[in-house]
């Protein structure tokens, strides 16, 4: 008998010995392997007699080899390098750190010993393994491997910029080399959890950057030579024309995505008309926008997708008492909602979170967005289309005409659609819509400054949200510190929480210490004294004073107390709240 397969028997009889397995699960996951190949630990698992906890578990103590928990190992990037991907891929296995002259590898088969020989012959260094879930290794390979196969392919075929020019603008083929490398892009921002992708020229090189968490992250370095082909391929997705380079293009497309143990894998592209006459796996809307540049072409691609939008006003994550506050609101029969912030802070997905929250068997609600990012059930949404002679304005004008009791303006950006809207809100419907600027007390400022009276801002408006996104403190790798008496009194807290948090960096965050964001609001409601300083065309700061002895907390304190709740960083509250005056 192979050494190979006197192994793959001795696992099946340590687990029957194990108590773990029985004798007749062992042949039939035998009679399994026969039949179609594959190592006896995975047939198990798939055929449901194990789970991979229990078999890493049960290696680890057997082997006296540690079990780890990849996303709570602190993996080096560098060290990855030593591993080819499509060597870590096949033998599930993951480098995690270097001691000298041994390499530290995670796998999910540890008596897999030509893998282990393999490694050893690969990276020229003694291999000391650890056990980890194959799932797992498979997800942190997909994150630190991603788009290497796709891109050593790509710049193998696209060679010297000779090549490269020459190559097929079409990418007509799922095979071509540049198609597997925008296709693995998509996808590797899927996993990343990345709302932008942005591709930059610099220099004799391409930037790629993905937005994670509001932040923007260094992800690759491509070639120069590739620009073009990649540009081309993604204006052909958008519907783009591709000839044209001298001026801006705006388009969009949606991608199929499928799940496999690996992550999330883009299987086909579609033009958004096509799109949504499917059903299927996930579909993600990807908006793209070119920008001509001394250098070339930019692109960013927004990807919006549609699982992820937040349709429940909980998971805003407003305060209990906001929140209560905010439900009695928009059960108001009229008035203005107005929900201000930079771009970028949520203000979309707390519309929409709003609109859900609402009746809508019983009431006619129409929105007008530009663009529509997201189509909810229950309502009616018009795109703005200037080209068409569609503007926040027009589409304002013939939503009255369709008798709604409940209107949402994507952004209010001239006098001209306040001027509507606010006379919406005054002849019994219930308003929504957005502004730019840093509180909520500059809204009825920034009215003003439009040109809308005073006493229609104060007589029409009954709420007024101001918001930021904060970045998470990833559940992994938390860790709290002491809050000092000086710390606080220079935060200007009277509290005193007995700890802060912060994250430490691993896997799972990609080693930042973040992993997902949330929300902090500031609600004015416009009782009598808030108007009549808006009437009286009172300065923000005096609005604003106004507003906090009514009980409103400001922006700040609102981040400050989620510090101290251990959702988030101090220095992400102050980072997002610079211009907040305390």
Do not use: W
């Not at 097929?168 to 296709?183: G, H, I, N, R, Y």
């Not at 391409?206 to 070639?223: A, C, E, H, Y």
């Not at 107005?338 to 949520?346: A, F, I, R």
């Amino acid at each position: 008998m192979a050494v190979g397969e006197t192994k793959k028997q001795m696992l099946g009889e340590m687990l029957i010995a194990g108590g773990l397995l029985k004798e007749d699960q062992l042949a039939k996951a035998l009679e399994e392997q026969k039949r179609r190949g594959g190592r006896i630990g995975e047939i198990l698992i798939d055929l449901g007699f194990l789970t991979e906890r229990n078999l890493a578990a049960f290696l680890s103590k057997q082997l006296h080899i540690p079990y780890v928990e990849i996303e709570r190992q602190l993996i080096d990037p560098d060290v990855t390098k030593l591993v080819p991907a499509a060597m870590a891929q096949r033998l599930s296995a993951l480098p995690l750190y270097r001691d000298k002259d041994t390499l530290i590898v995670a796998m999910a088969d540890p008596l897999n010993i030509y893998g282990v020989d393999d490694l050893t012959k690969e990276t020229k260094l003694d291999i000391e393994l650890r056990v980890a879930e194959r799932t797992d290794i498979l997800r942190a390979v997909s994150k630190y491997y991603g788009m290497a196969p796709a891109i050593e392919e790509a710049e193998r075929e696209f060679g010297a910029s000779a090549a490269a020019e020459a190559a097929p603008v079409t990418a007509a083929t799922d095979e071509s080399p540049v198609v597997k490398l925008v296709s693995m892009l998509l996808a590797q921002a899927i996993m990343d959890r990345a709302s932008d992708i942005h591709v930059d020229p610099e220099g004799r090189h391409i930037q790629v950057r993905f937005r994670i968490d509001g932040v923007l992250q260094q992800v690759k370095t491509l070639p120069r030579e590739m620009l073009a082909p990649i540009v081309s391929r993604i204006k052909i997705l958008a519907q783009m024309d591709i000839a044209e380079r001298r001026v801006p293009q705006d388009g969009r497309f949606q991608a199929l995505i499928v799940q496999t143990e690996a992550g999330p894998m883009v299987t086909s592209f579609f033009s958004e008309r096509n799109a949504l006459r499917l059903a299927g796996d996930t579909r993600v809307d990807v908006r793209v926008s070119t920008l001509p540049v001394l250098q070339g072409e930019n692109v960013v691609m927004r990807i919006l997708e549609r699982s992820a939008i937040i349709t429940d006003l909980g998971g805003l994550r407003f305060t209990p008492e906001m929140l209560d506050c905010y439900r009695k609101l928009i059960r108001r029969p009229y008035g203005m909602i107005l929900v201000t912030g930079p771009t970028g802070s949520g203000k979309t997905t707390t519309l929409y979170a709003s609109l859900v929250a609402l009746d809508r068997k019983a009431m006619n609600i129409v929105t007008v967005e530009d663009p529509v990012e997201y189509q909810l059930m229950g309502m009616n949404q018009v795109q703005v289309n200037p080209k068409a002679g569609v503007t926040f304005a027009d589409g304002l004008r013939s939503i009255l005409r369709q008798d709604p009791d409940v209107i949402m303006v994507g952004e209010i950006r001239d006098r001209e659609t306040a001027e509507i809207a606010i006379h919406a809100a005054l002849t019994g419907h219930l308003v929504f819509s957005t502004l730019h600027t840093n509180d909520a007390a500059g809204a009825a400022t920034r009215l003003v400054d439009m040109g809308i009276e005073p006493f229609l801002i104060a007589s029409s408006t009954i709420g007024i949200i101001a918001q930021r996104l904060v970045r998470k403190i990833c559940d992994n790798c938390k860790t709290s510190y002491p809050a000092t008496p000086e710390m606080l009194a220079e935060l200007g807290m009277t509290a005193s929480p007995p700890l802060f948090y912060r994250g430490k960096g691993c896997v799972a965050c990609k080693g930042t210490g973040y992993r997902g964001r949330l929300g902090i609001f500031e609600l004015i409601l416009l009782n009598e004294a808030v108007r009549s300083r808006i009437m009286a065309k009172a300065p923000v700061a005096e609005i604003r004073a106004t507003a906090f002895q009514g009980g409103c907390r400001p922006l700040r304190q609102e981040g400050l107390l989620k510090a101290a709740e251990g959702l988030t960083t101090v220095e992400e509250v102050l980072r997002v709240t610079q211009e907040a005056d305390m």
